[in-house]
Every structure is written in C-alpha cells, then in structure tokens.
C-alpha cells in the first residue's frame, strides 16, 4: 500500500505532502521471507547511503521506518554488513547509511490514484514487456 510516513503535519496528500515521505507499506509473512531477506532486496532498491536534510527531497527520501524492535534489530544488522562492504570497496573514504531510519509514527495511505501504479500502467499499455537480452558486441557494431 502506498502512503506517507514520517512528518509531524497530519492528513498529508501528494499535492500537500507537508514534511511527510513517499512510502510503500509492505505486510508479510515472516514464514514465507524473513525480515533480513525482505531487507537485503529493500537495500537493493533504496539508496541507503543517501539522506535529504531539506523538506524539498523530503517527498523522495530514502528510509526504513520500523513498527517492532525485532525490525529495528534487523535494520541495524544490514547497515551494518552495507557499511563493511563499503570499508572493502571504498577503503579511503568509506560511506555511512544515512537514508532515513525510524520508528513508524502514523501511516497515511496515499489517494486511490497512487495505489497498484504499476498495475495500473500495465494496463494503459499492455504491451510493454520486460526482458533481458544479451547482446554480442559483433551485433551490436552490425546494428550500428
């Protein structure tokens, strides 16, 4: 479900976020995909190093907002293993997480034209597929 999250200001709408963030609420069941698998592909997606201090970006900031301290505990075990790779990967001036990490205060979801987009954008244009293609690079100079 899509909503917003984080603010103070309450009722937020994507015309009148106030200091709230764009967020996708995500139920799941702890016995089909652990906490730290659903947070390895979260991190996958997000741009954990990244942090907006301006209630400009604030709309699109990256974060992990929690609701029990056994996801908070999760959180911090993968910010930790995400901080120790970028030690090996950048050993001269390694990056903290800084995305926005918090405790759920209010959810509010989002109107009804936010909800299922990608549902929704399949059907305006059924067409589109997705797919991975390899390419030669004798192909590719041919296509050239």
């Known amino acids: 479900?899509?909503?917003?999250?984080?603010?103070?200001?309450?009722?937020p709408t994507y015309d009148?976020?106030?200091?709230?963030?764009?967020?996708?609420?995500?139920?799941?069941?702890t016995t089909k995909i652990s906490t730290i698998d659903l947070?390895?592909?979260i991190?996958?997606?997000i741009h954990p190093f990244n942090f907006?201090?301006?209630?400009?970006?604030?709309?699109?900031?990256?974060?992990v907002w929690w609701s029990s301290e056994d996801q908070l505990e999760a959180i911090m075990v993968k910010v930790k293993e995400y901080e120790a790779k970028e030690k090996v990967f950048n050993k001269f001036n390694p990056r903290k997480v800084r995305m926005e990490i918090s405790q759920v205060k209010k959810f509010y979801?989002?109107?009804e034209y936010h909800q299922n987009n990608y549902i929704k954008a399949m059907k305006t244009f059924p067409t589109i597929e997705t797919k991975t293609v390899k390419i030669s690079k004798e192909a590719l100079k041919k296509e050239l």
């Not at 479900?1 to 009722?11: A, C, D, L």
């Not at 009148?16 to 069941?29: A, C, N, S």
């Open 1 to 11: 479900m899509v909503g917003y999250t984080g603010g103070n200001e309450e009722f």
């Open 16 to 29: 009148d976020m106030k200091d709230h963030t764009e967020v996708v609420r995500l139920e799941y069941d």
């Open 39 to 41: 947070l390895e592909k």
């Open 43 to 45: 991190f996958k997606t």
């Open 52 to 63: 907006c201090e301006s209630l400009e970006c604030k709309q699109y900031q990256d974060g």
């Open 109 to 111: 979801k989002a109107e």
